[in-house]
Nanobody, 124 residues
Framework: VQLQASGGGLVQAGGSLRLSCVASGGPFSTWDLGWFRQAPGKEREFVAAISWNAGGTYSQDSVKGRFTVSRDNTKNTVYLQMNSLKPEDTAVYYC??????????????????WGQGTQVTVSS
């Protein structure tokens, strides 16, 4: 199984980016998936997640109203649309999945596979 994240880059505050994560080697359409991020000197934190059929989405309070998680099961891809970016959103962003059935959405230990991360830098 491999998760490949892309779409990061350098953007000015207020700008937008869309991250993508393509999965291969597993039954993607049955997986709950998550996005996490790790800023320099900080622990990795939950950003957003989406259920296997996109029937449920979850996000941390600091990104609600700005970030949207979605998926296309025909393309084995999960997305993170990030709008109104702030300098504090600067981090390496990781996709992860599947979520273990008994785990909470925001617990990173509850996800089995991880992508390599993509850097997002927001300048002020």
């Amino acid at each position: 199984v491999q998760l490949q994240a892309s779409g990061g880059g350098l953007v000015q505050a207020g700008g937008s980016l869309r991250l993508s994560c393509v999965a291969s080697g597993g039954p993607f359409s049955t997986w709950d998936l998550g996005w996490f991020r790790q800023a320099p000197g900080k622990e990795r934190e939950f950003v957003a997640a989406i259920s296997w059929n996109a029937g449920g989405t979850y996000s941390q309070d600091s990104v609600k109203g700005r970030f949207t998680v979605s998926r296309d099961n025909t393309k084995n891809t999960v997305y993170l649309q990030m709008n109104s970016l702030k300098p504090e959103d600067t981090a390496v962003y990781y996709c992860a999945g599947p979520r273990k059935y008994s785990s909470t959405w925001y617990f990173e230990g509850g996800y089995v596979y991880w992508g390599q991360g993509t850097q997002v830098t927001v300048s002020s």
